[in-house]
């Protein structure tokens, strides 16, 4: 019953982390069409470009979403070779930490930017939660391989 359990929750965990794939996909195509209009309604890009010096750094954040993406909608439980799987879980988790320095880095920016204007910038939650997600995905991959680290 318990080991039942606690496949289940490692599926969830897995849908999860696709939930979180289409999401990332979601802010790379967001920010490569520089926002969304479909008649009244209208999604801003994440970043102004009014306020944008470097348009490249943007373009590889957006395209590392992509690839982040791509890695989190690898099956890790059915990677057939083991020595596979730890190279690509090792990318997962380079990855990941890269991530979460993005995420560091536009709050970074975004301070700076409001404190050149001299303004306070908006509390970082969005961030934060993307921060924690990607880092969490570590520990899904990890255990959707290999479940019997949980006991």
């Not at 982390?17 to 890009?45: D, Q, R, T, Y």
């Not at 979460?100 to 939650?125: D, G, H, L, T």
Request: hydrophobic content about 55%; charged content about 15%.
């Amino acid at each position: 019953m318990e080991n039942t359990k606690t496949l289940q929750s490692i599926r969830y965990a897995r849908w999860a982390s696709l939930a979180f794939a289409a999401l990332c996909v979601g802010l790379g195509m967001l920010e490569l069409m520089g926002g969304f209009h479909l008649g009244p309604l209208h999604i801003a890009p994440r970043w102004n470009p009014a306020y944008v010096t470097f348009p490249v750094a943007l373009q590889v954040e957006c395209w590392f979403f992509f690839f982040f993406a791509a890695l989190l909608l690898i099956p890790w439980q059915r990677t057939p070779n083991d020595r596979t799987w730890r190279i690509w879980f090792t990318v997962l988790c380079v990855a990941a930490f890269i991530f979460a320095f993005a995420m560091i880095s536009e709050v970074m920016a975004k301070n700076y930017i409001a404190n050149a204007q001299k303004m306070k910038a908006r509390i970082p939650v969005f961030q934060a939660i993307l921060l924690f997600v990607s880092l969490g995905q570590i520990p899904i991959a990890l255990f959707s391989r290999k479940p019997e680290l949980l006991d």
